[in-house]
T-cell receptor, first 114, second 113 residues
Framework: AQSVTQLDSQVPVFEEAPVELRCNYSSSVSVYLFWYVQYPNQGLQLLLKYLSGSTLVKGINGFEAEFNKSQTSFHLRKPSVHISDTAEYFCAVSEGAAGNKLTFGGGTRVLVKP | DSGVTQTPKHLITATGQRVTLRCSPRSGDLSVYWYQQSLDQGLQFLIHYYNGEERAKGNILERFSAQQFPDLHSELNLSSLELGDSALYFC????????????FGQGTRLTVV
């Protein structure tokens, strides 16, 4: 069975500083990887996804993530955060087909300070 | 706006009661997924319907059931509610089983008192 671990439950960061959110997964089959963002009192919005091809994936709002198969990781980065990036971020994986159910990590709460 | 509509947005009910949560997927989407987000369990997959048929089940309690109707909207029925069922319930939809992206609604916050 697949599982997803987000190593940091909370990440405080100053405005305009870089941020990295770590995600590791385990699966016995090919996986498709996603990062979602949840703003307060909102649903989940897709930031980016890795399906195949280039291991560096660029998403919305200046975020990018790198798929590392040997380390089973899919870390999310942004070179310079804004106050508006304050939110909870979820790493997710689906097995076998990208349209299959998602298994989520526990989430990382990012708090951007001025 | 993801195009996925969930009603109601908030629901407060007593233990032992039964509630129905409704989800209207994006126009034309055939797949509907239900997820539960709680403080202790995080985001968990409950059930997946595709074009009216159940396709996959996750950690869904026997007290919970779902269905997808011919117009593709879906309902999640929760019965004999317990305090621990208090959570945010999300619905997501995608165009077809092989689709690469699921679109999430804003959720229904259920509070059981």
């Amino acid at each position: 069975a697949q599982s997803v671990t987000q190593l940091d439950s909370q990440v405080p960061v100053f405005e305009e500083a870089p941020v990295e959110l770590r995600c590791n997964y385990s699966s016995s089959v090919s996986v498709y990887l996603f990062w979602y963002v949840q703003y307060p009192n909102q649903g989940l919005q897709l930031l980016l996804k890795y399906l195949s091809g280039s291991t560096l994936v660029k998403g919305i709002n200046g975020f990018e993530a790198e798929f590392n198969k040997s380390q089973t990781s899919f870390h999310l980065r942004k070179p310079s955060v804004h106050i508006s990036d304050t939110a909870e971020y979820f790493c997710a994986v689906s097995e076998g087909a990208a349209g299959n159910k998602l298994t989520f990590g526990g989430g990382t709460r990012v708090l951007v300070k001025p | 706006d993801s195009g996925v509509t969930q009603t109601p947005k908030h629901l407060i009910t007593a233990t032992g009661q039964r509630v129905t949560l409704r989800c209207s997927p994006r126009s034309g989407d055939l797949s509907v997924y239900w997820y539960q987000q709680s403080l202790d369990q995080g985001l968990q997959f409950l059930i997946h319907y595709y074009n009216g048929e159940e396709r996959a089940k996750g950690n869904i309690l026997e007290r919970f059931s779902a269905q997808q109707f011919p117009d593709l909207h879906s309902e999640l029925n929760l019965s004999s509610l317990e305090l621990g069922d208090s959570a945010l319930y999300f619905c997501a939809s995608s165009a077809y089983r092989g689709s690469t992206e699921a679109f999430f609604g804003q959720g229904t916050r259920l509070t059981v008192v």
